[in-house]
């Protein structure tokens, strides 16, 4: 195919050949109104001279056609996966193809989208338009023949308008799924991310159905895969619900409305919140025994901490000084160790007893409350001076029940060096601790260790001939920590290089307090996009493998490879977005993959009406192709138009013949220019001169006669 036209390449500025085409027309209009006879002569010449500035050339175009494109966008997201959905979506594939293969001119694209290939880690939803347009950015919007579009219905990209899509060609929705679908899903409405530990943290949930019967539905609270409350909800009414933090760190609640009869999925019956647990002001009680370094070494280390609220009651009062003075004259102020120690003892994080001995300052009845806010699940760390082991030390008062160990009566005196244990390499207070790395550890040497025979739980730390010198323990549904020496505060002032004083004590208190992530024996996953790492901590040298239960219930077994000591580590990839449920156990561990509520999973039923604005303001149409309980599909007739205001009818789609080319040759042919230029324009001022001259002689002799 050869096409023709002209081209322009002005030896001059635009203005200035406008000026001389200004210019010329004046002169020629002049000359015709004086009745010139040379003025058509003239014209003639600065026609030629504006032909020459403009230097115009033939242009003889040889172009190529090109196929119409026309894009098939499959989705391929996971709301296609039920029901029907996707061996429908195959099928009209399947049938696209065959068809617009029988048209003669056509290249067919055909475009996946969804979060399988991808293109969406869930937050996004579908976004099919997305798609469309990486898929057809080599191809110019004028060859496009038409875009069609196997879909639910449920896109979240749609563009407001046909400008803002750019489409040029007719749309088609066909859609899978069948009417009459429905659907229950679990809302959040308002989701806190922080929280204050046992405070009362608000939800607001709503329950929302799809021709569901709208009857009152009972929704099941989860925090960390344990049954909370239960409560019933009315379809599309706020509902809200308090609920307590239990610990600090990520606290996983699950909001889980009951299934539906006939509904598409059960996947979005659930709503996920991660809320992080915070404390305000630990509350921290110190009692001091006599003055010792080691009183300023624990005070130094819980004010630095402006999150610590700390209470110190410190004896003055050596164990050796008994002179019958009154108890309640031995303080300047009174102590309120009745109400500390009685009523007001539920409301401390921790309690500390460094070097204390009971001279009958606190009553046994004291002690006693101690001993159930312990066992209530109240954390309790002892530091064991030279009176521990002595008739009026702490353990031969109703503490030594909770106490780990049980002192022999031995003190050893001399030069020691702190080492981690076989069980303190593994367990994450002490693991990695700095300096324990080397043999023997970076730590300076201690002095004294209250020799202890150990009754229950863990040593940590071993001090002279491989003794316990740091025991943690459970009691009840709290903790205890027993240090038997009072030596440590000389890593606090560096004596020798000194040791990790600080981390180390932190360490302690923090597990004494419940902090998840220094449970010696726990389970942990965690989620980096679609890679999942199930972790393992143990007091064990094995572990066996875990149970992981995906989203939509599907069953794995991992095993778990040892990665340093006492863990364990197994990593997969995640296939589903939503909640993983990784057990081992009575251990149980959850993760999030993806958004917490993905927006692919709020709405799931088909629906024609998001795109029929768009696919009708473009000449196409939307329709269903499915139909309820078969994955047979009734498909439209396809049709080549030409340009036409719809594109549609009711048992067919038609696809606009863009009839676009690309040049394949181009020939240019100056016109104004060489010798065809010259001689027009020296024709042109002979004749001029010629008509001129003869006007001029006819004159002469008309008057000479």
Same mark, same amino acid.
Request: aromatic letters at 6%; proline letters at 7%.
């Given at each position: 195919?050869?096409?023709?036209?002209?081209?322009?390449?002005?030896?001059?500025? &635009?203005?200035?050949? /406008?000026?001389?085409?200004?210019?010329?027309?004046?002169?020629?209009?002049?000359?015709?109104?004086?009745?010139?006879?040379?003025?058509?002569?003239?014209?003639?010449?600065?026609?030629?001279?504006?032909?020459?500035?403009?230097?115009?050339?033939?242009?003889?175009?040889?172009?190529?056609?090109?196929?119409?494109?026309?894009?098939?966008?499959?989705?391929?997201?996971?709301?296609?996966?039920?029901?029907?959905?996707?061996?429908?979506?195959?099928?009209?594939?399947?049938?696209?193809?065959?068809?617009?293969?029988?048209?003669?001119?056509?290249?067919?694209?055909?475009?996946?989208?969804?979060?399988?290939?991808?293109?969406?880690?869930?937050?996004?939803?579908?976004?099919?338009?997305?798609?469309?347009?990486?898929?057809?950015?080599?191809?110019?919007?004028?060859?496009?023949?038409?875009?069609?579009? %196997?879909?639910? /219905?449920?896109?979240?990209?749609?563009?407001?308008?046909?400008?803002?899509?750019?489409?040029?060609?007719?749309?088609?929705?066909?859609?899978?799924?069948?009417?009459?679908?429905?659907?229950?899903?679990?809302?959040?409405?308002?989701?806190?991310?922080?929280?204050?530990?046992?405070?009362?943290?608000?939800?607001?949930?709503?329950?929302?159905?799809?021709?569901?019967?709208?009857?009152?539905?009972?929704?099941?609270?989860?925090?960390?895969?344990?049954?909370?409350?239960?409560?019933?909800?009315?379809?599309?009414?706020?509902?809200?619900?308090?609920?307590?933090?239990?610990?600090?760190?990520?606290?996983?609640?699950?909001?889980?409305?009951?299934?539906?009869?006939?509904?598409?999925?059960?996947?979005?019956?659930?709503?996920?919140?991660?809320?992080?647990?915070?404390?305000?002001?630990?509350?921290?009680? &110190?009692?001091?025994?006599?003055?010792?370094?080691?009183?300023?070494?624990?005070?130094?280390? &819980?004010?630095?901490?402006?999150?610590? +609220?700390?209470?110190?009651?410190?004896?003055?009062?050596?164990?050796?000084?008994?002179?019958?003075?009154?108890?309640?004259?031995?303080?300047?102020?009174?102590?309120?160790?009745?109400?500390?120690?009685?009523?007001?003892?539920?409301?401390?994080?921790?309690?500390?007893?460094?070097?204390?001995?009971?001279?009958?300052?606190?009553?046994?009845?004291?002690?006693?409350?101690?001993?159930?806010?312990?066992?209530?699940?109240?954390?309790?760390?002892? %530091?064991?001076?030279?009176?521990?082991? +002595?008739?009026?030390?702490?353990?031969?008062?109703?503490?030594?029940?909770?106490?780990?160990?049980?002192?022999?009566?031995?003190?050893?005196?001399?030069?020691?060096?702190?080492?981690?244990?076989?069980?303190?390499?593994?367990?994450?207070?002490?693991?990695?601790?700095?300096?324990?790395?080397?043999?023997?550890?970076?730590?300076?040497?201690?002095?004294?260790?209250?020799?202890?025979?150990?009754?229950?739980?863990?040593?940590?730390?071993?001090?002279?001939?491989?003794?316990?010198?740091?025991?943690?323990?459970?009691?009840?549904?709290?903790?205890?920590?027993?240090?038997?020496?009072?030596?440590?505060?000389?890593?606090?002032?560096?004596?020798?290089?000194?040791?990790?004083? %600080?981390?180390?004590?932190?360490?302690?208190?923090?597990?004494?307090?419940?902090?998840?992530?220094?449970?010696?024996?726990?389970?942990?996953?965690? #989620?980096?996009?679609?890679?999942?790492?199930?972790?393992?901590?143990?007091?064990?040298?094995?572990?066996?493998?875990?149970?992981?239960?995906?989203?939509?219930?599907?069953?794995?077994?991992?095993?778990? #490879?040892?990665?340093?000591?006492?863990?364990?580590?197994?990593?997969?990839? #995640?296939?589903?977005?939503?909640?993983?449920?990784?057990?081992?156990?009575?251990?149980?561990?959850?993760?999030?993959?993806?958004?917490?509520?993905?927006?692919?999973?709020?709405?799931?039923?088909?629906?024609?009406?998001?795109?029929?604005?768009?696919?009708?303001?473009?000449?196409?149409? %939307?329709?269903?192709?499915?139909?309820?309980?078969?994955?047979?599909?009734?498909?439209?007739?396809?049709?080549?138009?030409?340009?036409?205001?719809?594109?549609?009818?009711?048992?067919?789609?038609?696809?606009?013949?863009?009839?676009?080319?690309? #040049?394949?040759?181009?020939?240019?042919?100056?016109?104004?220019?060489?010798?065809?230029?010259?001689?027009?324009?020296?024709?042109?001022?002979?004749?001029?001169?010629?008509?001129?001259?003869?006007?001029?002689?006819?004159?002469?002799?008309?008057?000479?006669?």
């Amino acid at each position: 195919m050869t096409e023709f036209g002209l081209a322009f390449a002005p030896l001059a500025p &635009l203005w200035l050949i /406008g000026l001389f085409a200004a210019l010329s027309a004046a002169l020629v209009v002049a000359a015709l109104v004086l009745r010139r006879r040379g003025a058509i002569f003239r014209a003639v010449v600065f026609c030629a001279l504006l032909g020459a500035l403009s230097n115009p050339s033939l242009v003889e175009e040889r172009r190529e056609g090109l196929r119409d494109v026309v894009a098939v966008v499959l989705d391929r997201s996971a709301s296609q996966n039920f029901g029907d959905r996707r061996a429908q979506t195959e099928a009209a594939r399947v049938a696209l193809d065959q068809a617009l293969k029988g048209l003669d001119n056509v290249e067919v694209r055909f475009i996946e989208a969804g979060e399988e290939t991808g293109d969406s880690e869930g937050g996004d939803g579908t976004r099919l338009f997305s798609a469309l347009n990486a898929g057809l950015a080599d191809v110019a919007s004028e060859r496009l023949g038409a875009v069609v579009m %196997v879909t639910d /219905g449920v896109v979240h990209d749609i563009p407001p308008s046909l400008a803002a899509a750019n489409l040029k060609a007719p749309l088609h929705a066909l859609i899978t799924g069948h009417d009459g679908e429905r659907d229950r899903r679990m809302v959040l409405v308002e989701a806190p991310r922080f929280g204050l530990i046992g405070k009362d943290v608000v939800f607001t949930a709503k329950v929302e159905e799809s021709n569901g019967p709208g009857d009152p539905v009972a929704v099941t609270v989860r925090r960390d895969g344990e049954i909370v409350s239960r409560v019933l909800a009315r379809p599309g009414e706020p509902l809200k619900i308090p609920l307590k933090l239990a610990h600090g760190g990520r606290n996983v609640l699950e909001f889980d409305a009951e299934p539906m009869d006939g509904e598409l999925t059960e996947i979005n019956n659930k709503a996920v919140a991660m809320v992080e647990g915070i404390r305000d002001h630990l509350k921290v009680l &110190l009692v001091s025994g006599e003055p010792n370094p080691g009183e300023r070494a624990w005070r130094n280390l &819980l004010k630095s901490d402006p999150n610590v +609220e700390l209470v110190h009651f410190t004896i003055l009062r050596p164990p050796e000084k008994q002179d019958g003075t009154p108890i309640r004259e031995l303080a300047l102020i009174a102590f309120p160790t009745a109400e500390l120690f009685g009523k007001k003892i539920v409301d401390f994080d921790l309690i500390v007893f460094d070097r204390y001995s009971n001279m009958g300052l606190l009553p046994p009845a004291y002690f006693d409350n101690i001993v159930k806010y312990v066992r209530d699940g109240g954390a309790l760390a002892i %530091v064991a001076g030279p009176n521990f082991a +002595e008739p009026d030390g702490l353990y031969y008062t109703p503490i030594g029940k909770v106490v780990p160990a049980r002192p022999t009566g031995e003190i050893s005196q001399g030069p020691f060096r702190a080492a981690l244990s076989a069980i303190g390499e593994r367990h994450p207070v002490t693991r990695d601790l700095p300096g324990s790395q080397s043999k023997p550890p970076a730590w300076s040497e201690w002095f004294r260790q209250e020799q202890a025979t150990p009754l229950r739980g863990a040593a940590v730390l071993s001090g002279v001939k491989d003794s316990p010198l740091l025991m943690l323990s459970r009691e009840g549904k709290g903790r205890v920590g027993l240090l038997l020496t009072d030596q440590s505060w000389l890593w606090s002032r560096g004596y020798e290089g000194g040791g990790p004083y %600080v981390d180390l004590m932190r360490r302690v208190a923090h597990w004494l307090m419940k902090e998840p992530e220094l449970e010696e024996e726990a389970l942990r996953a965690t #989620a980096r996009g679609r890679e999942l790492t199930i972790e393992r901590q143990s007091l064990s040298d094995q572990s066996g493998k875990a149970r992981l239960v995906s989203p939509s219930g599907k069953t794995q077994e991992l095993a778990l #490879a040892p990665a340093g000591p006492g863990l364990f580590r197994a990593t997969v990839k #995640a296939d589903e977005f939503g909640l993983y449920r990784a057990s081992q156990g009575e251990l149980t561990a959850l993760v999030n993959v993806g958004p917490e509520n993905p927006l692919e999973y709020r709405e799931v039923v088909s629906t024609p009406e998001k795109l029929r604005p768009l696919a009708e303001a473009s000449g196409g149409s %939307v329709r269903r192709i499915g139909a309820a309980g078969t994955a047979a599909i009734s498909m439209p007739r396809i049709v080549a138009m030409r340009d036409s205001p719809v594109y549609a009818g009711s048992d067919y789609i038609g696809i606009r013949r863009a009839e676009a080319s690309v #040049a394949r040759g181009v020939k240019l042919t100056p016109l104004a220019v060489g010798w065809f230029g010259l001689l027009v324009l020296l024709g042109a001022l002979i004749a001029a001169w010629a008509w001129e001259g003869r006007r001029a002689g006819t004159k002469d002799a008309a008057s000479g006669a």
